[in-house]
């Protein structure tokens, strides 16, 4: 099973709501990834996490809070966002991140579009 | 400082054509690998090919190959005979070795359109 899913594929919500992105891959990737991506622009890397433990946030807003369970799940909780934060949400996985591996390619999920109204 | 630089917003062939996406990197690492994604209108980025920086040879994968000149730091993505599938985004990335505990760094991309 080399897939990344994501769910919803879709998104609306207010600015008031709580909601939350799902990704899941069962590849025994150690390494999970958060993209914010707007249209016709690269992704921008928001979180990582390697061995379930938080590695990397790029100064990301607090009504973004990443959630890791276990190795196969990557959630992605959002609270009070901003018009501003309608994307594609991308997420991706690699094998390890620490490692000096030669071949780490990021698979990534189909992503889900978000809109904040 | 930019690291990856895709020169070329938009680019159009013709079907069966070959067509040449440019990308340049800056690295004082070593160590480092190259990825090429594709992203259709869908959103799904797609996995193309990988160069690594000790790697003798240009890496192929299927009509895909990469023209990579490690001199120049350019790792350019050549499609052989286009097909109307292929029209999408082209990201070219990179990953230094030496910085363990990094994700990709992306281009800006290139927004390739094939036409019949």
């Known amino acids: 099973d080399t897939e990344v899913t994501q769910t919803p594929k879709h998104l609306v919500m207010g600015m008031t709501n709580k909601k939350s992105l799902k990704c899941e891959q069962h590849?025994?990737?150690?390494?999970m990834y958060w993209y914010k991506q707007k249209a016709k622009k690269p992704p921008e890397l928001m979180f990582v996490?390697?061995?379930?433990?938080?590695?990397i946030n790029e100064s990301v807003p607090s009504r973004f809070s990443p959630e890791c369970p276990n190795s196969s799940l990557l959630n992605l909780h959002l609270h009070a966002l901003q018009p501003e934060d309608s994307a594609l949400y991308l997420c991706?996985?690699?094998?390890?991140?620490?490692?000096?591996?030669?071949?780490?390619?990021?698979?990534f999920g189909p992503g889900t579009r978000l809109t904040v109204l | 400082a930019q690291k990856i630089t895709q020169t070329q917003p938009g680019m159009f062939v013709q079907e069966k054509e070959a067509v040449t996406l440019d990308c340049t990197y800056d690295t004082s690492d070593p160590s480092y690998g190259l990825f090429w994604y594709k992203q259709p209108s869908s959103g799904e980025m797609i996995f193309l090919i990988y160069q690594g920086s000790y790697d003798q040879q240009n890496a192929t994968e299927g009509r895909y190959s990469l023209n990579f000149q490690k001199a120049r730091k350019s790792a350019n993505l050549v499609i052989s005979a286009s097909q109307l599938g292929d029209s999408a985004m082209y990201f070219c990335a990179m990953r230094e070795y030496n910085q363990a505990g990094t994700a990709l760094i992306f281009g800006k991309g290139t927004t390739l359109s094939v036409s019949s």
């Open positions: 590849m025994g990737h150690r390494a």
């Open positions: 996490y390697s061995y379930e433990k938080l590695s």
């Open positions: 991706a996985s690699s094998q390890d991140l620490r490692q000096r591996v030669r071949w780490n390619e990021q698979f």
